[in-house]
C-alpha cells in the first residue's frame, strides 16, 4: 500500500532459457545516478532479494 502511485513496471518474456527482463519505472525522493541504482539493485540481489533478484553486467 505504500507504494501505491508509486512504483509501476512491466515484465515480458525474451527469447532465451534463462533470462527475463523487467522494466521498472519509480519516482524517488531525491537524486540518483544511473550507477547508485545499479550499487542498490545489486546490493538487494545479494541480500535482501537473494534467491529472488539476480544481477549481471554480463551480456545476456
Known amino acids: 500500500p505504500e507504494l501505491n ?3 509501476t513496471g512491466m515484465a515480458f ?3 532465451t532459457p534463462n533470462v527475463s527482463v523487467v522494466d521498472l519505472t519509480c519516482r ?4 540518483a545516478s544511473y550507477d547508485d541504482i545499479k550499487a542498490a ?9 537473494k534467491g529472488i ?3 549481471t553486467e554480463d551480456d545476456v
Open 5 to 7: 502511485g508509486k512504483l
Open 28 to 31: 524517488l525522493e531525491r537524486g
Open 13 to 15: 518474456r525474451v527469447p
Open 41 to 49: 539493485v545489486k546490493a538487494a540481489s545479494e541480500v535482501s532479494m
Open 53 to 55: 533478484l539476480g544481477y
